[in-house]
């Protein structure tokens, strides 16, 4: 599996993400990229036609969960938007992640990556067990979910890069980690709580990391960017 670092671009407008992604233009790597529901809903499907047109590759961050059909057919109509990744809920069950992967799949037998979202890093323990009476290690559930994925087909999961290793344990090394929550050395961690540095990541069997404010908020976020290549891909 080819590692490698997705920028968020958790933008509001189509201009502030353009005017962004033009500070990447005499870069020689063209950044693969994450849109997800902010940008998604201001600007619908054109901006996601329109970052691709520029070259990029996109992670669709959309979290599907509906009923299987509706995934289905909702995944029918992202895939063709050309993108290279989407992600869904795992909680939807493993139905439901089976008719994503046929709604997804294009006619020439091509897809994007399909990606499960298993707890998200925001759900504590106490709010799993008070809230959705799930009562269960948090870990456990997570792995859990990871298997479902995997027994579904899915390629893979989003995922603190701490359990990276216990996740490609569980389902396989070909099972794909994404995970956010990358932090420079000595950086601002904002509202993230469990933290690693690109090149930790790296030695945790991360496959791609999705990486937001340290570049998007760096005075300089193509060098941000070439900095976080070099920690988790090129590892010089
Ligand atoms: O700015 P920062 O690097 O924290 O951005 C991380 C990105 O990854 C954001 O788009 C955030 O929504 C996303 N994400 C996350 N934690 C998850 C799932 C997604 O931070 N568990």
Same mark, same amino acid.
């Given at each position: 599996m080819g590692k490698d670092v997705i920028i968020a671009?958790?933008?509001?407008?189509r201009e502030r993400t353009l005017a962004f992604l033009d500070r990447?233009?005499?870069?020689e790597r063209k950044p693969f990229v994450k849109i997800g529901m902010e940008l998604y809903y201001a600007e619908g499907p054109a901006i996601v036609r329109e970052v691709k047109a520029r070259g990029h590759r996109i992670? /669709?961050? /959309?979290?599907l969960h509906d009923i299987p059909n509706t995934v289905k057919k909702a995944m029918a109509v992202l895939s063709g938007l050309d993108v290279d990744m989407v992600n869904l809920h795992a909680a939807g069950t493993r139905a439901m992640m089976e008719a994503a992967l046929e709604g997804v799949t294009r006619s020439d037998g091509t897809r994007p990556l399909v990606i499960a979202v298993t707890q /998200?890093?925001?759900?504590?323990q106490e709010r799993m067990e !008070?809230? /959705?009476?799930?009562?269960?290690?948090l870990d456990q559930v997570v792995l859990h979910y990871a298997r479902c994925a995997a027994q579904a087909g899915l390629d893979g999961v989003v995922c603190s890069p701490l359990e990276a290793g216990k996740v490609h344990e569980a389902c396989g090394d070909r099972f794909v980690t994404v995970t956010p929550g990358v932090r420079f050395a000595g950086g601002d961690t904002g509202d993230q709580v469990r933290v690693t540095t690109p090149a930790r990541a790296r030695e945790l069997g991360a496959d791609y990391i999705v990486v937001g404010r340290p570049i998007? !908020?760096?005075?300089d976020p193509a060098a941000a960017y070439r900095k976080c290549v070099e920690e988790f891909v090129t590892f010089s």
């Open positions: 671009l958790d933008f509001d407008s990447f233009a005499g870069e992670f /669709l961050d /959309l979290k /998200l890093t925001s759900t504590s !008070q809230d /959705l009476l799930i009562e269960r290690p998007t !908020q760096a005075e």
